[in-house]
């Protein structure tokens, strides 16, 4: 039986990278699907693991991950087309309007926390966020939330008696717990919403484990590192891509003393290709796992321990499934009224 693998914001980065990974290791028994919003860039990114891998199964799937009902159509969609899903990869993210703060940057490097600084990003940076038409919080929709309800409607096909399926986030060295107020899960009121979203993600990911393990179904977080793409370009935005590229041997150097450096989507992709070969049952819940580049430009994953608890992780789970009630009962009110106001005038035939 081909494994069939789901990769959300596949067509660029760390996503595409991971495609290609799968591919050049095992073409003949994967069946590809990249999830993405643009089906442009989509085709681009099918044609280009093609190029390289032309007998390989490359499908595509349109969804807008921060839409409700986008998700919930192309949930429809790989229930009609697959009867099993063995990997998701919920790696779509934005970093909208992000804010580097120089001063604190320049504080940061003659401070004794330059290490940290460079590894998580910590003090360093901010977001403005934004509201999507279906009143969430943008970053909190696409970084979290809309993966949590793909999960929700994919359930049919990811638990399977007698068989297991892996979830596998992209989450960030950025999430810190600081960020984030089981108050305001989206964030709404803080300047900290990418590092919100993805602390929110170590958190789903633990207690997705206490409810679905038994059904077969695992969880697990990962973090690729600092890595060169469209999101970190979007960081200085003043700054175009060709000097990042000219930054290099300054973060080669950089790398030597922290080997989050990775820099390349195809080393941040390396914890994400690490788990897809590990037994689900074998994997700790409670850590993240790291891809890191050496000094020397050796890829390895490195597990460390979250700080997350049980009980936060709970808590959260049940916020979210009321969110999850509440904007379902929305989207139903929405078609039943776009339905009726389209319904032909009593007595047209
Ligand atoms: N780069 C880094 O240093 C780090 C990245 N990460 C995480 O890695 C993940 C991948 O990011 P990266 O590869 O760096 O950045 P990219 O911008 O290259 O990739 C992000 C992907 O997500 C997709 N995406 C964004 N919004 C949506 C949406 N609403 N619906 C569907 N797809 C969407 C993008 O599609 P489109 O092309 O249409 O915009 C793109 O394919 C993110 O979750 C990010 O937070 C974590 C730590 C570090
Ligand atoms: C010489 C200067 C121009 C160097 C600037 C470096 C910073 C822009 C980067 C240092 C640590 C980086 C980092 C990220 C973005 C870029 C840095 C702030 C992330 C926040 C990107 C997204 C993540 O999820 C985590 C990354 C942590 C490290």
């Known amino acids: 039986m081909n ?10 980065g760390i996503g595409l990278a991971l495609c290609e990974r ?5 073409m003949e028994g994967l069946q590809l699907c990249l999830a993405c919003r643009n089906m442009h860039r989509a085709q681009a990114a099918r044609s280009a693991l093609l190029s390289s891998h032309p007998t390989a199964q490359v499908d595509l799937l349109q969804m807008d991950i921060s839409s409700v009902s986008s998700v919930i159509c192309a949930a429809h969609q790989v229930k009609l087309r697959y009867s099993r899903l063995d990997y998701l990869y919920l790696n779509a993210g934005i970093m909208p309007n992000p804010q580097f703060d120089v001063k604190a940057f320049f504080r940061g490097l003659f401070s004794s926390n330059v290490i940290t600084m460079f590894a998580t990003a910590e ?3 901010t ?7 279906d009143g969430l919080q943008e970053i909190f929709a696409t970084n979290l939330f809309g993966h949590f309800l793909l999960i929700r409607e994919l359930e049919p096909v990811l638990c399977h008696a007698g068989h297991t399926s892996q979830l596998i986030w992209t989450s960030s060295s950025n999430a810190h717990r600081s960020a984030f107020n089981l108050e305001d899960i989206q964030h709404r009121r803080g300047n900290q919403p990418y590092s919100s979203s993805k602390y929110a993600s170590d958190l789903l990911s633990l207690a997705l484990n206490t409810h679905y393990n038994k059904e077969g179904l695992y969880s697990s977080v990962t ?3 600092f890595v060169m793409t469209s999101l970190t370009y979007g960081i200085l935005p003043s700054f175009p891509a060709f000097l990042w590229i000219l ?3 300054l973060f080669w150097i950089i790398r030597i003393f922290t080997n989050t450096f990775t820099l390349t989507p195809h080393n941040g992709a390396e914890a994400l290709f690490w788990l897809f070969k590990q037994k689900p049952e074998s994997l700790n819940p409670q850590v993240k796992y790291h891809s890191l580049t050496s000094g020397l430009g050796n890829n390895y994953t490195q597990p460390c321990k979250m700080d997350i608890d049980f009980e936060m992780s709970e808590v959260f789970y049940e916020k979210l499934l009321q969110l999850e009630s509440e904007v379902r009962k929305k989207l139903k009110a929405k078609q039943q009224k776009s339905s009726t106001s389209f319904s032909p005038p009593a007595g047209s035939s």
Do not use: E
């Open 223 to 225: 973090c690729p590192g």
């Open 22 to 26: 799968l591919l050049s290791q095992d």
């Open 3 to 12: 494994k069939v693998i789901l990769v959300t914001g596949a067509n660029s």
């Open 247 to 249: 930054l290099m041997p």
């Open 123 to 125: 003090g360093i940076l």
């Open 127 to 133: 977001q403005k966020d934004s509201i999507t038409s």
